[in-house]
Nanobody, 115 residues
Framework: QPQFVESGGGSAQPGGSLKLACAAS????????MGWYRQTPGKEREVVAG???????NYADFVQGRFTIFRHNTDNTVTLQMNNLKPVDAAVYYC?????????WGQGTQVTVSS
């Protein structure tokens, strides 16, 4: 039932920026924690950042100080501002929420970081 549509990915150079967005539908968005995950070939999907219903963020150590997660309840979206991108940030990025919807994922958006 829930649907998540990620967008905003693309190609950036090291040190560059991208802003990802996730549009959520099919749920009462405002009452759920949201998060961003990423996955690269050969690795498990990992948490990048999370945000509470009250817009309290937390971040994985490897993006701390560079990425900003923010939710926009009026639009049912959650964004991820990605600054000072590094090659290791290249991945497919997904948004995600909590129970009972842990099994639902969008198509992801591809981020490439290279010179």
């Amino acid at each position: 039932q829930p649907q998540f549509v990620e967008s905003g990915g693309g190609s950036a150079q090291p040190g560059g920026s991208l802003k990802l967005a996730c549009a959520a539908s099919g749920i009462r968005f405002d009452i759920y924690n949201m998060g961003w995950y990423r996955q690269t070939p050969g690795k498990e999907r990992e948490v990048v950042a999370g945000v509470s219903r009250g817009n309290i963020p937390n971040y994985a150590d490897f993006v701390q100080g560079r990425f900003t997660i923010f939710r926009h309840n009026t639009d049912n979206t959650v964004t991820l501002q990605m600054n000072n991108l590094k090659p290791v940030d290249a991945a497919v990025y997904y948004c995600h929420t909590s129970e009972p919807y842990r099994g639902f994922w969008g198509q992801g958006t591809q981020v490439t970081v290279s010179s």
